[in-house]
């Protein structure tokens, strides 16, 4: 009983924390962004009509509400199951449709600084001379402590695949987690050396990007190995019943990176979006 009530809690909080606190969050900064910056003053911040803008921002407003309100739902029904203990899956599905505005968003900006890109008639350019890396923007330390619990994840694996558990996924997890490190391995590198996807985004507000970025991936790889080997040890300990606690603890972890990597709206330099610019 005592384990059903703290999922009812966790998995409420994932459903207040995602779909509404930083919904609310996310439209207030794109809300102070079109009154403070306006199309007639910052021309090249808008390259569609205004009403483009205000029309998705009713749709993100919208999406999150109905998700929302399916959140609440799901906790209606939970309420009324006497079993949670297969609930697991459906923490993971829920919180892939929570994330689906912002992957819409991620999305949609590719076009946005497309567009943005094609609409720049400058024939000259300023550019950073001073080449970026990798331990300019995240501490050699932090980086050497992925790397350690990398490896001693990789440790742990072997360990526990001695005792052939029928659950137990074996070496896939070490490849699980080597693919998801790649992955964030590119993005790093594509963030370091490829090229500026805002044209007229100013040099240290492109470098505190990076670090916010850089600094949130390499937080989520190490929560990540972290959060399966808890689950490993959770089910080797037969406590899988607190497994989508844990879970939904995990995910929660990972949103809060996530927004983390966003970068404060009143450290942009937007004078860059004028018709002439101060700073370029």
Do not use: C
Request: overall charge positive; aromatic content about 18%; hydrophobic content about 50%.
């Amino acid at each position: 009983m005592l384990e059903d009530i703290l999922f009812y809690v966790v998995f409420l909080s994932q459903v207040i924390l995602i779909s509404f606190y930083y919904p609310r969050k996310m439209l207030s900064r794109m809300n102070f962004v079109a009154e403070t910056y306006p199309p007639s003053e910052y021309p090249k911040l808008y390259p569609k009509p205004v009403e483009y803008y205000e029309k998705a921002r009713r749709n993100y407003k919208n999406m999150n509400l109905v998700i929302l309100l399916i959140g609440l739902f799901l906790m209606v029904v939970l309420l009324g199951d006497s079993s949670n203990d297969d609930w697991g899956g459906v923490v993971v599905t829920y919180f892939m449709v929570q994330f689906f505005p912002m992957m819409l968003i991620e999305i949609g900006s590719f076009k946005y600084f497309k567009l943005m890109r094609k609409t720049d008639s400058r024939t000259t350019r300023k550019a950073e001379l001073q080449p970026r890396r990798l331990f300019d923007f995240i501490s050699p330390a932090m980086i050497g402590l992925a790397v350690f619990i990398y490896f001693a994840f990789i440790g742990f694996i072997i360990y526990v695949n001695q005792f052939g558990f029928s659950w137990f996924g074996g070496y896939w997890n070490i490849v699980g987690i080597t693919a998801t490190n790649l992955l964030f391995a590119g993005i790093i590198a594509w963030n370091l050396y490829g090229k500026k996807r805002d044209p007229y985004q100013a040099n240290e507000d492109r470098n505190r990007q990076i670090e916010l970025t850089i600094k949130s991936l390499v937080f989520v790889s190490i929560v990540a190995t972290l959060f399966i080997t808890i689950n490993i040890a959770f089910n080797a300990f037969d406590l899988r019943h607190l497994n989508q606690v844990i879970m939904s603890l995990y995910l929660q972890l990972v949103a809060v990176l996530s927004f983390r990597a966003l970068p404060r709206v009143d450290n942009i330099n937007f004078e860059v979006y004028k018709d002439d610019p101060v700073v370029t």
